[in-house]
Nanobody, 121 residues
Framework: QVQLAESGGGLVQAGGSLRLSCTAS????????MGWFLQAPGKERELVAR????????SYADSVKNRFTISRQKVGNTVYLQMNSLKAEDTAVYFC??????????????WGPGTQVTVSS
């Protein structure tokens, strides 16, 4: 059983920054990939960033490239999402996800409960 717990959400003004954290736990936790989804009000969930656990390879949605950075800390099983130059349209619930598969960007069996990010314009 894998548990994911996000933190770091909140209210920020447009142009500001936030850093989200996600800590994973569980006896069998051995991911090949972790990532972050967002879900804006009335919209479907969208993968915004993912990272390969072993080598640190990353990929981003076009909407967040050059503004968001995903990183991981193997000790402590923590993944981060540094969000800069935030826009009102980044307002969403952000979910941490984990998978045993890197090659697929759509296979995410483990989800955290989510953390709210609100960007005021």
């Amino acid at each position: 059983q894998v548990q994911l717990a996000e933190s770091g959400g909140g209210l920020v003004q447009a142009g500001g920054s936030l850093r989200l954290s996600c800590t994973a736990s569980g006896r069998t936790f051995s991911p090949n990939a972790m990532g972050w989804f967002l879900q804006a009000p009335g919209k479907e969930r969208e993968l915004v960033a993912r990272i390969r656990w072993s080598g640190g390879e990353t990929s981003y949605a076009d909407s967040v490239k050059n503004r968001f950075t995903i990183s991981r800390q193997k000790v402590g099983n923590t993944v981060y999402l540094q969000m800069n130059s935030l826009k009102a349209e980044d307002t969403a619930v952000y979910f941490c996800v984990a998978s045993s598969i890197w090659s697929s960007s759509s296979h995410w069996p483990h989800w955290g409960p989510g953390t709210q990010v609100t960007v005021s314009s």
